[in-house]
């Protein structure tokens, strides 16, 4: 088993940045991928951005190119620095963990491990 906490989401202002946390623990060695998700009210469960353990290849969604990074730290701490807030940002965002070793890594199914959630809200 994998548990993941995510941390550092609040209110902030459209244009303002905000870096989330996500602790590892447990069976760490199985993880493949990890990933960050976000759900606005009202919508599905969307991709932003992935990182593959072994090597740091990092993917984004379109919509968050150019302006989010994930990055992922050796002690099993997983970031997501947003800079360039907007409004259609406001999400909860959920840090996501796969121990498969196919796939797409895009989707919600491809992935065992989620944590709770922290919430983002940017305001305009």
């Known amino acids: 088993q994998v548990q993941l906490v995510e941390s550092g989401g609040g209110l902030v202002q459209a244009g303002d940045s905000l870096s989330l946390s996500c602790s590892t623990s447990g069976r760490t060695s199985s993880i493949y991928f990890m990933a960050w998700f976000r759900q606005a009210p009202g919508k599905e469960r969307e991709f932003v951005a992935r990182?593959?353990?072994?090597?740091?290849?990092t993917h984004y969604a379109d919509s968050v190119k150019g302006r989010f990074t994930i990055s992922r730290s050796t002690a099993e701490f997983l970031y997501l620095q947003m800079n360039n807030l907007q409004p259609e940002d406001t999400a909860v965002y959920y840090c996501?963990?796969?121990?498969?070793?196919?796939?797409?890594?895009?989707?919600?199914?491809?992935?065992?491990?989620w944590g709770q959630g922290t919430q983002v809200t940017v305001s305009s």
């Open positions: 990182i593959r353990r072994s090597d740091q290849l």
């Open positions: 996501a963990a796969s121990n498969r070793l196919s796939g797409t890594y895009s989707y919600i199914h491809e992935y065992n491990y």
